[in-house]
């Protein structure tokens, strides 16, 4: 169950932070350039993040008490290598979740 | 036609392609919102106010986790930290454009906004300010009511999709799916590598705060492998 006066905590300031991050150079720094090691490390923020963010609910699911689950370990595996070999997100999710939806038949 | 409608409509055209993304990636975020117990009206604030979702879906996530404030912010807004990039690259071309203009650009810069301006300003470098005003606010002209749309659609969607469809496996297939076309090189693919690594080391400490500490030392990894690797002169 989610806290309501925490929900609204994080609407506020998660919407308040981000717009100052897109507003930041934009709408006030200009041409001001970033620190060149600065503006390196922000190119793999998202490879840094994202992958990181889902890997514990890929090895240990919630949906089956935290036990790992070969379906779901291979249906992460398969969308990584089709994401990384075709490029194309669309297909990418499809392949994913074709690859869950029959190991899932297969396996139960 | 002026010129500046002719890059708003152009906008506009290009966006299109994206919409196969942000529909089902908007009703996503409104389905899980929904089953995590949020109303509509309390999903759809979130969803004007933020208007980023991969961030959305990881502060959901922690908000249901009960997460401390502050592990929350600092985790989606490291999500989020990809646009300041965005908004350093784009800020040459704008810079001339009254506050006012790019006040509201800030709250569309979006992944796409971004990359389609890139590459059409690339493409058409003698562009003027308002064709280029123009290109920018025509590609969210499409993406972002449909993004609020979908929102909706997966919110009262989510009531009526049973339990047993692995729903909960959604957001890893989406997440895998967006990143990993983007690692295109040994540095993308060690900072990923690392980064998964050490969370899931790190997997003792409370509220996913190993994460932080896994991507920072996976983004500075990655910076220091490209920085040796163009110093030794294959960028």
């Known amino acids: 169950m989610i806290d309501r006066p925490q929900f609204w905590l994080v609407v506020l300031f998660l919407g308040i932070s981000t717009y100052a991050i897109r507003f930041s150079f934009l709408g ?3 041409r001001r350039p970033l620190p060149g090691w600065l503006q390196r490390c922000l190119r793999y923020t998202a490879v840094a993040v994202m992958p990181a963010l889902v890997a514990p609910a890929v090895l240990w699911p919630v949906a089956t008490g935290g036990h790992t689950d070969p379906a779901r370990l291979m249906a992460a595996l398969a969308t990584l290598a089709v994401g990384m ?5 669309m297909a990418t999710i499809a392949a994913g979740v074709a690859v869950l939806a029959v190991l899932q038949y297969l396996l139960v | 036609m002026s010129l500046p409608r ?13 919409l196969v993304v942000i529909v089902p990636f908007a009703m996503l975020f409104g389905l899980a919102a929904s089953e995590a117990g949020l109303h509509l009206y309390e999903i759809m604030a979130f969803t004007v106010t933020v208007f980023a979702g991969a961030s959305q879906l990881v502060a959901l996530q922690l908000l249901q986790d009960q997460a401390p404030l502050l592990v929350i912010l600092a985790t989606s807004l490291a999500v989020n930290l990809r646009m300041l990039m965005y908004s350093v690259t784009l800020a040459p071309h704008f810079g001339a454009a009254p506050v ?17 301006s890139v590459a059409e300003f690339d493409k058409r470098p003698m562009q003027t300010l308002p064709e280029k005003i123009g290109y920018f606010f025509g590609v ?19 009531r009526a999709i049973p339990p047993e469809y692995a729903l909960d496996f959604a957001v890893p297939i ?3 799916a967006m990143t ?16 998964v690594a ?13 994460l932080l500490v896994a991507a920072a030392v996976g983004m500075a990894a990655g910076a220091m492998l490209e920085y040796r690797r163009e110093k030794a002169g294959r960028v």
């Open chain 1, 28 to 30: 006030l720094l200009g």
């Open chain 1, 85 to 89: 070999i075709t490029k194309q997100m």
């Open chain 2, 6 to 18: 002719q890059a708003f409509l152009r906008g506009c055209r290009d966006a299109l392609p994206f």
């Open chain 2, 100 to 116: 006012g203009v790019r006040a509201a650009m800030a709250y569309f810069l979006i992944d796409q906004s971004f990359a389609l």
């Open chain 2, 140 to 158: 969210v002209t499409p993406i972002a009511p449909l993004w609020m749309i979908s929102t909706i659609a997966g919110a009262v969607a989510g």
């Open chain 2, 174 to 176: 989406t997440f895998l």
């Open chain 2, 180 to 195: 990993a076309p983007m690692i295109r090189s040994l540095p993308h693919a060690v900072a990923a590598g690392l980064s």
């Open chain 2, 198 to 210: 050490l969370t899931l080391g790190l997997a003792f400490l409370p509220y996913g705060t190993g």
